[in-house]
């Protein structure tokens, strides 16, 4: 009876392990021999199959298809399923997909749902896939936005001209701080997605000043014809410094922007700048046939002052030794200034003159000659040697015609500023510079240094500026079917006022298809550049940007952004960037 009993039992276990086959999976494992064998530190990793070799033990995985009537769904590795509840969504271990503990779940955590149906559990479980998906597509969302922001953050750190820690160390607790007092704390914690770290700043300006470049040279491609300027000067680490501006015609209008800022490896001859500036259309596929260029007008007046008579040239060389007496030393300034102040005059300090300047050598003259008694009686208490000058009626005359000249030029200067200056502006400035110089007595000891200054200006041109005057129409210049379709333009009505409304160069862009051949001489006149005022701007924001503090800084990607109004595709940016 014994021995019966036991069979019994043995054939009831063989048949139990032949149902848990149905969800039970082996899986290999490695013996104790094969796992020291792989810990070793010169050992390969293992390739061998699951089931490969004697001693191998085998674990089982639990699957099993039918436990959504045990509100369970499954989630992870097909090959190991964990059990999560579609009720209250925890996630159980992969030994736990037995009916049995599937079902105890239900009983102790959900007893109100232990008889619901089928359908039940199914809407459940479409309920938690799309609060799964809507979570996904919030976190992606997120992610996204933070990119952009963190892009546009950057932006504007750059066209404020500011250092890139400001970001990380002002901006963004500024900015969490406000959304946590108007939001709350929840929608502040989301703030902190935002990368806005130096290194990061530094890459999103690099990748915003690389797309506003690809759209400049792409402009200038499609541009029927283009100018340029460029300018060299040194920065705060020693560089040669290379600025070159593009001016090109787009949608028919004529635009300026930065096309590089590079530095000069060695010398800073012709020939280099030329090698640096080829090399760079070289690499962007500029074409230079339809490049037009001119000398500029700007500081040609100041260089005609280099050749004055040696009087005055040393009555300014003397001033300037003044100038310097009272600026160099901190000890002197300060008691200057308070004599100053004691004395009630109009100014308390001098001001130095700087050669870079363009304004500073008329400045000071006109300073100097203003507080010329208080420099008196300063040098009275602190004797120099050119203290008499002051005392001198003869040198404080010609102090004073220098301080008058370098004003009149000073305007000069500074009315040739500015954008859209074009060579007629400038010729009709400096003619009358030379006019009033003539007129003026003051002006007849420096007026043969200027009488050069119109020799680069074009001449026989009036028709491009007043096209409606046929006095102008030269012969030398036009041809009889040039003159003829001048005569048409001067007698069109609609172009008359549409003179009125654009600018000259944009005026004439306007007629290139209908007029070809007369635009394109407007153009070959007007669309150089006149001065050198956009350089020498630029050189001031780089030296703004690139201090002391911060002299390893390469300054181009941050000086175009400042400089170019045009605003970089942030949402292209983000989508060639991977949200993370």
């Known amino acids: ?33 094969s796992a020291s064998v792989s810990s070793s530190p010169h050992c ?32 992870g590795d097909q090959e190991c399923p964990k059990p999560l509840c579609v009720i209250c969504g925890d996630v159980l271990a992969n030994s736990s997909l037995k009916p049995s503990l599937l079902r105890c779940h239900l009983e102790t955590r959900h007893p109100a749902q232990l008889d619901k149906p089928v359908d039940f559990f199914k809407r459940k479980l479409a309920e938690r896939k799309s609060d799964i998906t809507s979570f996904i597509s919030k976190a992606s969302t997120d992610n996204e936005n ?101 001016r090109y015609v787009n949608e028919g209008l004529v635009e300026d922007d930065l096309l590089f800022c590079r530095p000069l490896e060695e010398r800073t001859t012709g020939e280099d700048i030329f090698n640096l500036t080829n090399a760079y259309f070289q690499e962007k596929e500029i074409d230079w046939s339809r490049f037009s260029w001119t000398h500029y007008s700007i500081h040609r007046q100041a260089l005609a002052t280099k050749r004055m008579p040696e009087g005055l040239k040393e009555v300014l060389d003397n001033a300037v030794k003044m100038v310097n007496f009272i600026k160099s030393r901190s000890t002197n300034s300060r008691i200057f200034h308070v004599l100053c102040e004691e004395m009630g005059s109009i100014h308390d300090c001098l001001l130095t003159h700087t050669e870079v300047r363009w304004l500073s050598l008329g400045k000071i003259l006109v300073r100097l000659f203003e507080l010329k008694t208080e420099i008196l009686v300063f040098f009275n208490s602190h004797p120099f040697h050119l203290a008499s000058c002051m005392e001198n009626n003869v040198w404080l005359q010609s102090l004073a015609y220098l301080a008058d000249i370098f004003s009149r030029i000073n305007y000069l200067n500074f009315s040739l500023q500015g954008l859209n200056v074009t060579v007629f502006n400038v010729q009709d400035r400096v003619e009358s510079m030379i006019k009033k110089l003539q007129f003026s007595e003051i002006g007849s000891v420096t007026l043969h240094n200027f009488q050069g200054l119109l020799s680069s200006c074009i001449s026989d041109n009036d028709w491009i500026r007043n096209p409606f005057d046929d006095t102008t129409f030269s012969p030398q210049i036009l041809n009889t079917e040039e003159k003829e379709k001048m005569i048409e333009i001067s007698c069109d009505y ?35 550049f006149s001065t050198t005022y956009l350089c020498e701007k630029a050189f001031s924001s780089y030296a703004h940007l690139k201090t002391k503090y911060r002299n390893r800084l390469d300054a181009e990607p941050d000086l175009r952004l400042y400089l170019s109004p045009r605003v970089p595709d942030f949402k292209e940016l983000c989508r060639a960037k991977q949200a993370h």
């Open 44 to 75: 390969g990793k293992s390739t061998s199959n699951d089931h490969d070799g004697p001693g191998k033990s085998l674990t089982k995985k639990r699957k099993y298809d039918d436990y959504i009537k045990y509100g369970f769904t499954c989630i």
């Open 1 to 33: 009876t014994n021995s019966v009993d036991l069979s019994v039992l043995f054939l009831l276990e063989l048949l139990y392990i032949s149902s848990m086959d149905k969800w039970l999976k082996k899986e290999s494992v490695k013996t104790q021999e």
């Open 146 to 246: 933070a990119l952009e922001a963190s892009y546009r953050v950057s932006y504007r750190v750059a066209k404020a001209s500011k250092a890139h820690t400001i970001a990380e160390s002002l901006i963004g607790p500024c900015i969490k701080d406000v959304v946590h007092c108007m939001l709350g704390e929840k929608a502040a914690k989301r703030i902190d997605m935002v990368p806005l770290s130096n290194n990061t700043l530094s890459r999103r300006i690099n990748d915003m000043s690389n797309n506003v470049e690809t759209i400049i040279v792409q402009r200038v491609k499609n541009s029927p014809y283009y100018a340029i300027q460029l300018d060299e000067s040194s920065d705060e680490a020693n560089l040669a410094i290379l600025l070159l501006f593009v």
């Open 494 to 528: 609609k172009l008359r006022r549409s003179f009125r409304n654009l600018s000259l160069i944009n005026f004439w862009l306007s007629l290139r298809n209908e007029y070809p051949l007369l635009a394109e001489k407007a153009a070959a006149v007007l669309l150089p």
